[in-house]
Antibody, heavy 119, light 114 residues
Framework: QVQLQESGPGLVKPSETLSLTCSVS?????????WGWIRQPPGKGLEWIAT???????YYNLSLKSRLTMSVDASKNQFSLKLSSVSAADTAVYYC????????????WGQGILVTVSS | DIQMTQSPSSLSASVGDSVTITCRTS??????LNWYQQKPGKAPRLLIY???SLQSGVPSRFSGSGSGTDFTLTISSLQPEDFASYFC????????????????FGQGTKLEIK
């Protein structure tokens, strides 16, 4: 059973950089799937953020692209997200997920981590 | 960009009822449409992928249909554990398309007990 776990600070100050890591268990991050980040502001819907392949090929949500950096560390079986210049609008539960490369469906998800942007 | 319209935004039904949720896209996405269930405080759960394929472990009372721009999720004989929120997601991509639009989600449907 593939398991994903998000980690990172739960509170980030405005204008600073949000940094999250997703640790993957029981599946090699280099084994052919893509890996993604999705977020959900409190009480609202889901927003796709970015998707990365273990080779480093990355696809970003255009509305966030200028602030986003995503990377893979295959040696640790982890992938990471950095979102710069955050504001209150970036307050959300952030999920990481495994992405099937053909149809793009997200079949395994982490439990999510609430990140609040506040001074 | 591919726009998605999911309806209704909320729905009340009783145990044993059958319900249908609709997702429409602004462009032809063939069968690149997935459905997720989400319960409060939990991560989304994949129900249907490729418009009509049932994810492993998902009860057969869930079914999906459609292609092109019109898609439906049907839940027959509602069970108490089915009352949750449901989201559609389009994942139609070419390299350029992914860059432009990403894996867009619908706005969601909250299914409540009547």
């Amino acid at each position: 059973q593939v398991q994903l776990q998000e980690s990172g600070p739960g509170l980030v100050k405005p204008s600073e950089t949000l940094s999250l890591t997703c640790s993957v268990s029981d599946y090699s991050i280099s084994s052919g799937y893509y890996w993604g980040w999705i977020r959900q502001p409190p009480g609202k819907g889901l927003e796709w953020i970015a998707t990365i392949y273990h080779s480093g090929t990355t696809y970003y949500n255009l509305s966030l692209k200028s602030r986003l950096t995503m990377s893979v560390d295959a040696s640790k079986n982890q992938f990471s997200l950095k979102l710069s210049s955050v504001s209150a609008a970036d307050t959300a539960v952030y999920y990481c997920a495994r992405v099937e490369p053909g149809m793009g469906y997200h079949d395994y998800w982490g439990q999510g981590i609430l990140v609040t942007v506040s001074s | 960009d591919i726009q998605m319209t999911q309806s209704p935004s909320s729905l009340s039904a009783s145990v044993g009822d059958s319900v249908t949720i609709t997702c429409r896209t602004s462009h032809n996405i063939y069968n690149y449409l997935n459905w997720y269930q989400q319960k409060p405080g939990k991560a989304p759960r994949l129900l249907i992928y490729g418009a009509s394929s049932l994810q492993s472990g998902v009860p057969s009372r869930f079914s999906g249909s459609g292609s092109g721009t019109d898609f439906t999720l049907t839940i027959s004989s509602l069970q108490p554990e089915d009352f949750a929120s449901y989201f559609c997601q389009q994942t139609y991509t070419t390299g350029y398309q992914t860059y432009r639009t990403g894996y867009t989600f619908g706005q969601g449907t909250k299914l409540e007990i009547k």
